[in-house]
């Protein structure tokens, strides 16, 4: 009886009820959505760098040293010699091991010098390796690999010249060592999008002619004798590193950060990008805030729209009442109204979410390098949509009750 009553007058009332089922579906979708944004953006975040045991570096902060070895924010303090490189990538745990040298620009671009078995080692997202969109690696002393991001705003193909300036948002420039372009990566949503990759040797080839910051005045060693050079790099600015086994990390990391010749630090990514969000999680707690205000708007404005059709409904629930409902029949039903809206206000708000993914996720991951994967929703997902219904009854009790309070005389008395 209550439901066949509840559902006859939620039909007569379409349009009102209509409107607060899409502001509750709005609201819901919009939590959901910030959720969705929220953990991807963390995966992501965490995904930047994977398969990667430790990262080394010279002393300083674990965060400092993710920040411009994996994000390319910041500088180094101090870098690390070749030999003290050397001798950690000759010792027994290390699998495999990629140095990395910073400090050059290219148009606002960090250029980061490297060798081959970076984009065989370094991988993100779960295990997915470097690929190249066209192009082929380095293969001359002078050649160059370039992030997608990197192509696509200064417009650069195969074969397109670059000139690296020294340091960071610098007027020097190594014009006398042009590079070329020999291959553009595929869009990854890292770092690596924004970064210009050379050889180490290369690194150390536009330098010859350089001291102290400045070039030489008068001086430009010729294109094929530095070909010709042995370029051997005196330091890096860090290292990635694989272990053979996970049991050796710990044993690693403490002999690296106990290494006598200079002060190094060892790092753990996954720890670093830990701390590193528990940094910028103020940020996600205002965002989760937002949503949650938004949802209590939209059930508030439910509660408002049963209040005003109180006035509406009066001669309405008088003749319940005068017919022998009891008052907590009266109570039920708009209790039961509201959890009908409240429902179709959450599975309103899940299809529009799974709507919105389906259309903008490709668009997002290119864009942000967040990846936000289209499945069932989880149990946290789940427990918000219970508790939007639950709430949704919640507040419709103060209406509820008020209406429990009409008298049949009140109701039948008209109003002129």
Not at 226 to 244: C, D
Request: proline share 4%; aromatic share 8%.
């Amino acid at each position: 009886m209550i439901l066949r009553l509840a559902i006859a007058s939620l039909f007569a009332r379409a349009l009102t009820v209509g409107m607060t089922v899409l502001a509750i579906a709005l609201s819901v979708s919009l939590f959901l959505g910030v959720e969705k944004i929220r953990t991807g953006a963390k995966s992501s975040f965490a995904d930047t760098i994977s398969g990667t045991d430790l990262i080394v570096g010279a002393r300083s902060g674990s965060v400092q040293l993710l920040l411009y070895s994996v994000f390319r924010i910041g500088n180094a303090t101090n870098n690390v010699t070749w030999k003290s490189y050397q001798d950690i990538a000759a010792r027994p745990e290390i699998e495999w091991i990629v140095p990395i040298s910073l400090g050059d620009s290219h148009r606002q671009f960090r250029v980061m010098g490297t060798n081959r078995a970076f984009f065989e080692h370094y991988k993100y997202r779960q295990g997915r390796v470097l690929a190249l969109a066209e192009g082929a690696f380095m293969a001359d002393l002078f050649d160059t690999v370039i992030g997608a991001d990197v192509a696509v705003t200064l417009g650069y193909k195969v074969d397109a010249p670059i000139i690296v300036a020294h340091g960071l948002a610098s007027f020097s420039t190594h014009k006398d060592q042009p590079f070329r372009v020999s291959g553009v990566l595929e869009k990854t949503g890292t770092p690596v999008d924004r970064t210009v990759i050379v050889s180490m040797e290369a690194i150390e080839a536009i330098h010859v002619d350089w001291q102290g910051g400045a070039q030489v005045v008068g001086q430009s060693t010729p294109l094929e004798q530095l070909r010709e050079m042995q370029l051997t790099p005196s330091a890096v600015t860090a290292a990635l590193i694989g272990v053979k086994s996970p049991l050796q990390s710990f044993a690693l990391q403490r002999a690296i950060n106990e290494y006598p010749e200079e002060p190094l630090l060892a790092i753990f990514p996954g720890v670093a990008l830990q701390e590193l969000w528990g940094i910028v999680g103020l940020a996600e707690t205002a965002l989760l805030a937002v949503s949650v205000l938004v949802v209590l708007t939209a059930l508030i404005g439910m509660m408002a729209t049963i209040f005003s059709s109180l006035n509406e409904r009066r001669r309405e629930i008088a003749i319940f009442r005068a017919m022998g409902a009891r008052p907590q029949f009266i109570c039920g039903m708009l209790v039961f109204e509201a959890v009908v809206m409240a429902s179709l206000g959450a599975v309103l708000g899940v299809i529009m979410l799974y709507a919105a993914l389906s259309g903008a996720q490709s668009s997002i991951d290119s864009n942000f390098g967040i990846w936000l994967p289209i499945e069932a929703p989880n149990l946290r997902e789940l427990a918000v949509l219970f508790i939007v219904v639950c709430a949704g009854a919640i507040v419709s009790l103060i209406p509820a009750l008020r209406a429990y309070k009409l008298s049949v005389a009140d109701g039948m008395i008209v109003h002129t």
